[in-house]
């Protein structure tokens, strides 16, 4: 059985600035107005987690990390979905426009 990480005691020392508050704003963003963002706020929250887990990061900003990893995986998911339906489109309309001509 693995042992659990051993954080400090004292929330100073902790030596990495948390990114927990820029990992949820990414999220938001990527849902709200810009998917692209999706997969760097994926990408940051995983990292950010694994962060925390090595003890490097503060705990108490966990669930803040994990609520952007989980915004940046819903982002990259409509990104995908809204990628594929405008492909669909431009090949329904290049075949449609392709059938006008002949």
Do not use: H
């Not at 051993?6 to 020392?13: E, I, K, V, W």
């Not at 963003?29 to 887990?53: R, T």
Request: aromatic share 4%; with cysteine.
């Amino acid at each position: 059985m693995t042992q659990p990480p051993q954080f400090p005691s004292d929330s100073g020392s902790y030596p990495e600035q948390s990114q927990a508050t820029t990992i949820l704003v990414l999220g938001i963003l990527s849902i709200v107005i810009c998917g692209i963002l999706a997969p760097f706020a994926w990408s940051m929250g995983n990292k950010e987690l694994a962060a925390i887990d090595a003890g490097r990061r503060t705990p108490e900003n966990r669930g803040t990390a994990n609520a952007g990893r989980i915004l940046g995986i819903v982002g990259t998911v409509l990104l995908g979905i809204s990628i594929i339906v405008l492909i669909l489109l431009a090949v329904g309309a290049f075949t449609l426009s392709v059938a006008d001509l002949s």
